[in-house]
């Protein structure tokens, strides 16, 4: 069965049509052409595939298709303006916290959900939110630092 759906993604409005197998990264991945969201473990272990719905980060590879009508998802490219890096994406890069960047944009977009939470978290709550996050060639020290420099660089674009 396929079904035409509505939502809005970075700021702009979408119509797609979708089977019901098909899940929220496949959407973005496929017929929206948001290749910044990747699909790691395909499980919602891994993280990588990370986006923001309605102000929560959630795992696109677990999230039905079907469920994304009339809602608003914020992906990696929605961050930045054209070829200028936002501040979060910014902080990470300058903490040397991007190796292969595979898991990079999930780390982000969990970072810029608690960071509209919580906009001066502690290490604990850093560490919290990227918990369901797994990099494999960074290591989470300069993750953490980007996320706290992130913090500070977003509080400064205030």
Do not use: W
Not at 55 to 78: D, K, M, Q
């Amino acid at each position: 069965m396929r079904k035409e759906i509505s939502f809005v993604v970075n700021g702009a409005d979408v119509t797609v049509l979708v089977g019901s197998h098909e899940r929220l990264v496949d959407v973005l991945r496929g017929p929206l052409g948001l290749t910044g969201t990747k699909e790691g473990c395909g499980a919602g272990e891994c993280g990588a595939c990370t986006v923001i719905v309605e102000g929560r980060a959630v795992n696109s590879c677990l999230y039905p298709a079907f469920e994304i009508e009339g809602r608003r998802v914020l992906t990696i490219e929605g961050l930045g303006t054209g070829n200028t890096l936002g501040p979060i994406q910014k902080a990470f890069v300058d903490a040397g916290a991007v190796q292969c960047g595979f898991c990079t944009p999930g780390m982000i977009m969990s970072t810029k959900a608690l960071l509209d939470a919580t906009p001066d978290p502690s290490d604990a709550e850093i560490r919290g939110a990227l918990v369901g996050n797994l990099c494999r060639c960074t290591g989470y020290v300069q993750i953490v630092e980007a996320v706290r420099r992130a913090a500070s660089a977003v509080k400064e674009a205030k």
